[in-house]
């Protein structure tokens, strides 16, 4: 079975500052991953995606995560953090490895305060 | 570019009662995805079809009944209802064909069922 785990369910940078959102996933295959990023009232929006190709993966808004399969960690930063990217954030795994895309198993969710 | 649309955004039933929650996919997206978020909780996947039949089945109560029609859009019917299926309800969509790579799935901006 394939799960990821979240650590911190609430994250407090300033502005200017790094952000980093941990992930650590679970996987019998080698996993396709994801960050969503979700603000209120709004539905999930995808930031960036790992599906085995490069580690170091880029994504919308500045955000990049590094695929470490020696830490089975996703980890999600941004060298300098903008109020605007105040939400929640979300890591998921998707189940099916090859053929058609099942469903993304989530994470609890990270959400991210950005003091002025 | 055209989005997932769901509608109602809004909804509030009384126990007992049925609701009916529609999502309409991206133009050429044959694939729809369900999804459940209680309050403060991660995405639960439902259910899923592809080409107007199931094609995965996760945490979906008996209670609730889901259907693809011959244009793609897609209805999730919600019986007996009950005070814990007060939720965030999620459709996403993707284009079938590929896999998770090239297909992650884009989501609406969900239908929030509130039963009293």
């Known amino acids: 079975a394939q799960s990821v785990t979240q650590l911190g369910s609430h994250v407090s940078v300033s502005e200017g500052a790094l952000v980093l959102l941990r992930c650590n996933y679970s996987?019998?295959?080698?996993?396709?991953l994801f960050w969503y990023v979700q603000y209120p009232n709004q539905g999930l929006q995808l930031l960036l995606k790992?599906?085995?190709?490069?580690?170091l993966v880029k994504g919308i808004n500045g955000f990049e995560a590094e695929f470490k399969k020696s830490e089975t960690s996703f980890h999600l930063t941004k060298p300098s953090a903008h109020m605007s990217d105040a939400a929640e954030y979300f890591c998921?795994?998707?189940?099916?490895?090859?053929?058609?895309?099942?469903?993304?198993?989530f994470g609890k969710g990270t959400k991210l305060s950005v003091k002025p | 570019a055209a989005g997932v649309i769901q509608s109602p955004r809004h909804l509030i039933k009384e126990k007992r009662e049925t609701a009916t929650l529609k999502c309409y996919p991206i133009?050429?997206?044959?694939?729809v995805y369900w999804y459940q978020q209680g309050p403060g909780q991660d995405p639960q996947f439902l259910i899923s079809?592809?080409?107007?039949?199931?094609?995965d089945k996760g945490s979906i109560p008996d209670r609730f009944s889901a259907q693809q029609f011959s244009d793609y859009h897609s209805e999730l019917n919600m019986s007996s209802l009950e005070l814990g299926d007060s939720a965030l309800y999620f459709c996403?969509?993707?284009?079938?064909?590929?896999?998770?790579?090239?297909?992650?799935?884009?989501f609406g901006n969900g239908t929030r069922l509130t039963v009293t």
């Open positions: 079809f592809y080409e107007k039949m199931q094609s």
């Open positions: 790992y599906t085995s190709a490069a580690t």
């Open positions: 998921a795994v998707s189940p099916y490895y090859g053929g058609s895309q099942g469903n993304l198993i």
């Open positions: 996987s019998s295959v080698p996993p396709y």
């Open positions: 133009p050429r997206h044959d694939t």
């Open positions: 996403a969509s993707s284009p079938g064909t590929g896999s998770s790579y090239n297909s992650p799935l884009h």
